[in-house]
């Protein structure tokens, strides 16, 4: 119903023009919109988990809307700076990537070269070099793919417990299940590999098949350096997707990170994306002994000339906005609007 009222106010904001004045608006032009995605689907991803994956038709539908916009698409270092600078142009707009999933190899970076624009990509490294499916996401896909079944924790956690699949928070908790035994056990990537493995047999799906699809595997090596070498700017997302409250474990996921896209892409990167778009004051001197240029989170709002580098908000694209929903961002005008200020999920 709120999502109705909200459509129906863009819409009559949108005949009356208010939207185009605050589109080229100056209030506009001194704010920077950075967009987020993680994963265009490679096949069903998006009925898993729409707040991370978007079909890749939305996906070609939002860059269309970005060009009929005549929005300014930057890369994301320039932007940055322009920011700072009071030097943006009209519309200014910067599109990033978290994690680096294969399907920005094969589904988004073909479709941001086919519109020619830049984005940047957050890359989480340490499932590059190890490349088999991400444990978490790839166990909460296997329940979910499994979810008209009944599973039998026994096998896999040993533990004397049956759930039934079919609610999504049975999956939840088979998930943290599974997840708790895999910390406890201290087990190696290798290990939790063959759990997976195992998990999919009890649920009769074929993990070898969605193996060879790369479901939840990340990019590999060879594809990090053709997309480097293809224009795509690839920055820092922690090695192991985490970012611990002691310093020297933060420094070092900066500098695993750092090491591996400088040996893949010949490039420093200097611009950092909080996993889980969880951020800490405690983190803020520590990106700044990294010599961290910018931060974004997963906060929701426009950047603007003073806003905290180490603190920049994003808009978490999803296939549930509506078109005009996103406009509304390309505009500004949903800054004028009223909304809900809770944290959006992300990973
Ligand atoms: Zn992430």
New binding site residues.
């Given amino acids: 119903m709120l999502k109705k009222l909200k459509q129906a106010t863009l819409q009559s904001l949108k005949t009356s023009g208010i939207s185009a004045a605050v589109h080229n608006s100056r209030w506009r032009r001194q704010r920077l919109l950075i967009l987020a995605y993680?994963g265009i689907s490679l096949t069903d991803e998006h009925l898993w988990n729409s707040s991370q994956f978007m079909p890749a038709d939305v996906f070609r539908n939002r860059l269309k809307q970005l060009n009929r916009s005549n929005c300014s698409v930057l890369p994301l270092d320039e932007a940055v700076a322009r920011l700072y600078t009071n030097d943006l142009p009209d519309r200014a707009v910067a599109i990033t990537f978290?994690?680096g999933t294969s399907d920005f190899f094969r589904k988004a970076f073909p479709l941001l070269k086919e519109f020619g624009f830049s984005a940047t990509l957050?890359l989480?490294t340490f499932y590059t070099h190890y490349n088999r499916p991400v444990f978490d996401l790839m166990c909460a896909y296997l329940l979910w793919r499994g979810r008209n079944q009944r599973l039998d924790l026994k096998a896999l956690t040993h533990q004397d417990l049956k759930i039934d699949l079919r609610m999504q928070t049975e999956q939840k908790a088979a998930l943290n299940e599974i997840k708790k035994f895999a910390r406890a056990q201290k087990l190696s990537a290798e290990e939790k590999d063959a759990l997976l493995a195992s998990l999919a047999s009890q649920l009769s799906l074929d993990y070898a098949a969605l193996v060879e699809q790369r479901i939840m595997h990340n990019l590999t090596v060879e594809e990090v350096k053709q997309l480097a070498a293809d224009g795509a700017d690839i920055q820092l997302?922690t090695h192991r997707?985490r970012t611990p409250m002691n310093r020297e474990l933060f420094l070092r996921e900066i500098e695993d990170n750092r090491k591996s896209i400088q040996t893949m892409t010949g490039q420093r990167p200097l611009h950092f994306?909080y996993?889980?778009g969880v951020h800490d004051p405690a983190f803020l001197p520590w990106l700044q002994e990294s010599g961290i240029v910018s931060a974004t989170t997963c906060d929701t709002g426009f950047a603007s000339p003073t806003s905290n580098a180490l603190l920049l908000p994003r808009i978490l694209d999803n296939p549930q906005l509506s078109s005009i929903e996103f406009e509304s961002w390309l505009t500004g005008i949903s800054a004028a609007l009223p909304r809900r200020r809770k944290k959006e999920k992300?990973?």
């Fill in positions: 993680h978290d994690d957050y989480t997302h997707h994306c996993p889980s992300a990973a």
